[in-house]
Antibody
């Protein structure tokens, strides 16, 4: 079964850090680009970051650029999101998701279950 | 950044009826548009990619059309399981963006 399982969320104070992880199984992880997407009640779905299969290409949304870092370990079939300088506005459910097809990026066919991040004092 | 606007925001229909959802892009995105379905407490599910291609396992009652700036998702005959929120998303340019969604509710 193709699966993404996210972890690492929780409650953190403003200015703090968290590292999200996403464990992939059931597909050849090192063949696909991966993304992080978050969802808040107020702002809906927001794409955050992309990393190519070999980590050579990385993109960020302006809202997280300079604060969040995406990475992957293909040997461990894992995707990560290091989140620093967290703000109240980063409170959301965070999803990892994979590109649908080899050679193209930006349609997401498999999603993790979502991990909740709450930023509050 | 490309803005995607859904209409209507809410669609109230009965099972068996046809649903027509629209998504408008702020600039041309060719056919690089996807549609997702989301139910409460669940992650989004890919329905349609590149405007008109059904994703694996998606029933034939779901169809997509359009190009440029105007796109449509049609559900030919609503099943009880189809009442959910539907989002469009573009992959034409970075940053990737989603629309705010259309809620399809039971009338």
């Amino acid at each position: 079964e193709v699966q993404l399982v996210g972890s690492g969320g929780g409650l953190v104070q403003p200015g703090g850090s968290l590292r999200l992880s996403c464990a992939a199984s059931g597909f050849t992880f090192n063949n696909f680009g991966m993304h992080w997407v978050r969802q808040t009640p107020g702002k809906g779905l927001e794409w955050l970051s992309y990393i190519s299969s070999g980590s050579t290409t990385i993109y960020y949304a302006d809202s997280v650029k300079g604060r969040f870092t995406i990475s992957r370990d293909n040997a461990k079939n894992s995707l990560y999101l290091q989140m620093n300088s967290l703000r109240a506005g980063d409170t959301a459910i965070y999803y990892c998701t994979k590109d649908q097809m080899l050679g193209t990026t930006g349609s997401f066919d498999v999603w993790g279950q979502g991990t909740m991040v709450s930023v509050s004092s | 950044e490309i803005l995607l606007t859904h209409s209507p925001a809410t669609l109230s229909l009965s099972p068996g009826e046809r649903a027509t959802l629209s998504c408008r892009a702020s600039q041309s995105i060719s056919s690089y548009l996807a549609w997702y379905q989301q139910k409460p407490g669940q992650a989004p599910r890919l329905l349609i990619y590149d405007a008109s291609n059904r994703a694996t396992g998606i029933p034939a009652r779901f169809s997509g059309s359009g190009s440029g700036t105007e796109f449509t998702l049609t559900i030919s005959s609503l099943e009880p399981d189809d009442f959910a929120i539907y989002y469009c998303q573009q992959r034409y340019s970075w940053p990737l963006t989603f629309g705010g969604g259309t809620k399809v509710e039971i009338k």
